[in-house]
T-cell receptor, first 110, second 117 residues
């Protein structure tokens, strides 16, 4: 069974701090996506990474795909209350299955 | 664009009753996905359709669950009979492509929160 493990499960930090959340698996992914989900809404895509070692930036968010395409990280610089939400990673595996991690629930304190 | 539309937004029912969840995908999208989200199991893919045809229903938990897509603009997920363990948030998503590579993405609806008493 292919699994995506996300860590930490919960994270609460002060506004202005930096943080990193992780998405790990023993499986290789042809691509990996990060979504953010706010209460009462569906997940919204933030980024897709395809190439091993790829780094993508979205304002204060930096996404990295591991060289072996088995893991990924999301780094947020100077976190703001608007960053609060559930961050989900999703992997597109070779047989076209899409699997989601359980997510990291992030809370930024003002 | 209206985005993916789901109804109802909330459903409370009693064990044994039939529940029907509805979804209208984004016009022009060829793929439609049904997911279930719980704290314990996260977001699980139940079934997906391509051009109205069910492609993979291996995530459907039991025969009590069924899904249909009679046309490109409408899909239903039915649970009959419902059980308390079916309580979850059910999401519908649509996509112009099955594999989310490159700029392709899944667009999620707001979800239906189902509570089975």
């Amino acid at each position: 069974t292919q699994l995506l493990e996300q860590s930490p499960q919960f994270l609460s930090i002060q506004e202005g701090e930096n943080l990193t959340v992780y998405c790990n698996s023993s499986s290789v992914f042809s691509s990996l996506q990060w979504y953010r989900q706010e209460p009462g809404e569906g997940p919204v895509l933030l980024v897709t990474v395809v190439t091993g070692g790829e780094v993508k930036k979205l304002k204060r968010l930096t996404f990295q795909f591991g060289d072996a395409r088995k893991d990924s990280s999301l780094h947020i610089t100077a976190a703001q209350p608007g960053d609060t939400g559930l961050y989900l990673c999703a992997g597109d595996v070779a047989d076209d299955k899409i699997i989601f991690g359980k997510g990291t629930r992030l809370h930024i304190l003002p | 664009d209206a985005g993916v539309i789901q109804s109802p937004r909330h459903e409370v029912t009693e064990m044994g009753q039939e529940v029907t969840l509805r979804c209208k995908p984004i016009s022009g999208h060829d793929y439609l996905f049904w997911y279930r989200q719980t704290m314990m199991r996260g977001l699980e893919l139940l079934i997906y359709f391509n051009n109205n045809v069910p492609i993979d229903d291996s995530g459907m938990p039991e025969d009590r669950f069924s899904a249909k897509m009679p046309n490109a603009s409408f899909s239903t997920l039915k649970i009959q009979p419902s059980e308390p363990r079916d309580s979850a948030v059910y999401f519908c998503a649509s996509s112009p492509s099955r594999t989310p590579t490159g700029t392709d993405t899944q667009y999620f609806g707001p979800g239906t929160r189902l509570t089975v008493l």
